[in-house]
């Protein structure tokens, strides 16, 4: 999440493990249904936030 800080410098730490949270629950279902390219999960904080 830092390069999430670099960004929104403003963001609370409650923003961020929201964001962490919703991160992680993205990769985990995307690999049981195609949320997200593959290429891109890897990137998602650039690509998707």
Known sequence: MTLIKKYFP????????KLSIFEKLIKEWNKKINL???KDVENFQINHI
């Open 10 to 17: 403003q963001i609370s730490d409650s923003q961020i493990m």
């Open 36 to 38: 997200v390219s593959r």
